[in-house]
């Protein structure tokens, strides 16, 4: 299977020496659906702003697509959805697609001809035409979510897409998701929830330090068994079942 | 980073800025400024006095000028540091457009919204003058429409210097430093050089330096032909300044562009 993710001995060192990854290397096949899990800080974010070309790595290689993530073109092709959703709030939904659109190089017409399932498909055709000032946390993020699969991409970036969501939410935001790893495309999922990793991911990779400290498909550690992802995920960080105990002052 | 600059993501950046511009109501700023500019000119009654005529014209383009260096300045000022702060710049940037066609869009959007106003001023200006001193009160219409072009030029400059500075210096600091220059220049630009002569030594290299280093605004400040009505600057003087301003304002947006493409986000 081609990379759509290519990392090899990745370094990145922030000014003021906070360290972002160290040495990391992970390959994510095209088609695959990759859960990145780790605690805060762990460097999620950092990989991910390397992906998108928004940071340089200070070492190592990276290809996105079999392409320099430096490279606009290569950002044609990819869809992102940041961790916290933060759009033009004097805009509509519909401006909001339009906008992008033609940042992406799509023609009005694709445009137009594409809203409209999208916003049915996110859930916001009746509020198409409000402002995003009087949205919702959980409807920005869908709208987020439409802005990111509005020029059809071929790699799909979320940065902890389902953070601060009600449950109704989630699961909307997880059945799309699911739905664009049916239609095959890549998505690489950065999150803090381990169940919604399980439920729409192919493999996993836990990164703790700005070190992959575990890599492995999801069925390995799905469901409660033995060896579920939860206890991997402590396991890996270090804080193990322990972590899970309450102080003896605190319980009641 | 690519140095390239297309005109599509430019062009759909700026618009972007100014439709937040109207949304935001900042609009209706422009519209306050142009009250006070017609203000002063509505209540005199200068028709048939030549000395007043002049008086008033002096005051309400010296009105026009201080309105639209402040809404260049607020405007440009705030386009990066407001995509940054609130977090835009991100999903911006996932977008396959560089840094350099964010910086360029961004200028041109707050120099398109502050041209805009400074237009309504100036039509302010030509209209309420022209009925207070019944037709040609506004000055020479040549030398007016000189004035105007070398406006808009010096508007180009400033959201450029603005912009740099929002880059480079907080908020508050950007614009009262960007406007102290402006102000400074537009009143002693023309003095450097003659400073520079007469000072021996360290400082005369230092005036020499600002002299040939600050951008001089003072050259496209005509309001004294208009409100005299002297003759128009010859063609050749007209269009070396406006290649001057077009020049210095490509250069301060292309040092924004490189401070942006290292800019940590």
Redesign the interface.
């Known amino acids: 299977m081609p990379a759509a993710i290519d990392a090899q001995c990745v370094c990145k060192t922030?000014?003021g020496g906070g360290r972002g990854l160290a040495d990391f290397s992970l390959s994510v096949g095209e088609g695959e659906a990759f859960g990145f899990l780790g605690p805060n800080g762990a460097g999620k974010t950092t990989f991910i702003?390397i992906l998108?070309?928004?940071?340089r790595a200070d070492a190592g290689t990276v290809r996105v697509l079999g392409r320099d993530p430096?490279?606009?073109?290569v950002?044609?092709r990819?869809g992102?959805l940041?961790e916290?959703a933060?759009?033009?709030e004097?805009?509509s939904a519909r401006?909001l697609l339009a906008?992008?659109g033609?940042?992406?190089?799509l023609a009005a017409r694709q445009v137009r001809e594409r809203t409209g399932p999208l916003l049915e498909l996110v859930g916001l055709s009746e509020a198409a035409d409000r402002?995003l000032a009087t949205f919702s946390k959980g409807m920005l993020q869908r709208a987020?979510l439409a802005?990111a699969l509005l020029h059809e991409p071929d790699l799909l970036i979320f940065d902890e897409p389902a953070t601060g969501l009600d449950p109704l939410a989630r699961l909307q935001i997880r059945d799309i998701i699911l739905r664009q790893r049916q239609a095959g495309r890549t998505v690489f999922f950065s999150s803090h929830e381990l169940s919604e990793v399980e439920m729409v991911c192919d493999r996993v990779g836990i990164v703790k330090d700005g070190v992959l400290k575990w890599c492995g498909p999801t069925r390995e550690v799905a469901g409660d068994g033995e060896r579920n992802l939860e206890r991997l995920f402590l396991e890996v960080i270090g804080a193990g079942p322990g972590a899970l105990t309450a102080p003896e002052s605190l319980r009641l | 980073?690519?140095v390239g600059v297309r005109i599509?993501?430019v062009v759909?950046?700026a618009r972007?800025s100014v439709?937040?511009l109207f949304?935001?109501r900042d609009v209706y700023v422009a519209l306050i400024f142009a009250l006070v500019v017609g203000v002063p000119l509505l209540g005199a009654n200068v028709f048939g006095v030549e000395g007043a005529v002049r008086y008033v014209r002096e005051l309400v383009l010296l009105l026009v000028w201080v309105c639209s260096v402040a809404v260049s300045l607020t405007t440009a000022a705030r386009q990066l540091p407001g995509e940054i702060q609130?977090?835009?710049i991100?999903?911006?940037?996932?977008?396959?457009?560089?840094r350099a066609e964010v910086v360029v869009g961004k200028w041109a959007g707050a120099a398109a919204a502050s041209c805009a106003a400074t237009l309504l001023l100036y039509g302010c200006y030509a209209a309420l003058t022209a009925l207070k001193s019944g037709g040609g009160g506004a000055g020479g219409w040549g030398v007016l429409a000189q004035s105007v072009a070398l406006h808009l030029c010096a508007v180009l400059l400033i959201c450029a210097l603005a912009v740099l500075g929002s880059l480079v210096l907080t908020a508050s600091a950007n614009v009262t430093l960007s406007a102290l220059l402006v102000a400074g220049m537009l009143l002693f630009g023309s003095r450097l050089y003659e400073l520079a002569a007469a000072t021996p030594g360290v400082g005369g290299v230092c005036a020499r330096l600002l002299h040939w280093g600050l951008p001089h605004v003072e050259l496209f400040d005509l309001r004294l032909r208009v409100v005299h009505g002297w003759e128009p600057l010859g063609a050749w003087v007209f269009v070396a300044i406006l290649a001057y301003g077009l020049l210095y304002a490509a250069s301060l947006v292309g040092a924004a562009a490189l401070v942006f493409s290292r800019k940590?986000?």
């Open positions: 922030y000014p702003k998108l070309g928004l940071s430096g490279e606009t073109a950002r044609a990819i992102y940041p916290v933060q759009y033009y004097f805009l401006e906008f992008y033609r940042l992406s190089g402002p987020g802005q | 980073m690519s599509r993501p759909s950046v972007l439709v937040e949304r935001r609130r977090r835009t991100l999903p911006l940037l996932a977008r396959p457009v560089t940590r986000l």
